[in-house]
């Protein structure tokens, strides 16, 4: 497709399921990134990948956060025992330029997926 | 370490007005800036960037913005506002120091009324 597309758009977990969230980039995009965006709030970074390497996971606001792009294109963050924390939007990035090259290329949102800890 | 401020929750202007959306910044380096708009249950949009150069940027649907050095600022503008333009807007600042990071600032809704 033209854009950045998430799945699932929604979902509801019971606390202490694991939840994967899918984001499928624009096509050639180096860059990726996970922001996770909380009602009200603006957007908090995740992670970064350039192309398959997870090059700043920083912003993983616990060890049951985990992100992978194993071929570069497609990513996933998973969530392992999700927490009524955990809820929120978590939207996913991209961009053809490198994030740490001097031309800073503006970053392309998908709709994201909502999340919904019971 | 990087961050934004947008000063006000929510901005109320009648449409065929000016509008000022406010952003101040902090950084360590040489700041690249960002505005953002987001309507509901869609992903944010790219509206404009300043990099280097001129520090008046024009962007998509007739918005713009200025950076202000001295000020730490880059308010969004437009001359004359549209009841579309009815939405959340971000702003946003990485640096050449700060890492991979685009740090975003927590967002001013826009209300254009009719």
């Known amino acids: 497709g033209a854009g950045v597309s998430q799945s699932p758009r929604y979902k509801v977990a019971k606390r202490g399921q694991d939840v994967a969230l899918r984001c499928d980039p624009i096509s050639g995009h180096v860059s990726l990134f996970w922001y996770q965006q909380a009602l009200g709030q603006g957007p908090e970074f995740l992670t970064y990948f350039q192309n398959e390497a997870q090059l700043d996971k920083s912003g993983l606001p616990s060890d049951r956060f985990f992100a992978e792009r194993p071929e570069g294109s497609v990513s996933t963050l998973k969530i392992q025992r999700t927490q009524q924390e955990d809820s929120a939007v978590y939207l996913c990035?991209?961009?053809?330029?490198?994030?740490?090259?001097?031309?800073?290329?503006?970053?392309?949102f998908g709709e994201g997926s909502r999340l919904t800890v019971l | 370490a990087q961050s934004v401020a947008q000063p006000e929750d929510q901005v109320n202007v009648a449409e065929g007005n000016p509008l000022t959306v406010k952003c101040t910044y902090s950084?360590?380096?040489?700041?690249?800036l960002f505005w953002y708009v987001q309507y509901p249950n869609r992903g944010l949009q790219f509206l404009l960037k300043y990099i280097t150069g001129d520090n008046l940027v024009k962007g998509s649907y007739g918005f713009e913005a200025e950076f202000n050095k001295s000020q730490t600022s880059f308010h969004l503008k437009k001359p004359s506002a549209l009841v579309s333009d009815s939405a959340l807007y971000f702003c946003a600042v990485r640096d050449e120091t700060g890492g991979f990071k685009t740090i975003f600032g927590a967002g001013t809704r826009l209300f254009v009324k009719a």
């Open positions: 990035a991209s961009s053809l330029v490198p994030a740490g090259d001097m031309v800073v290329g503006e970053l392309f």
């Open positions: 950084v360590s380096g040489n700041p690249y």
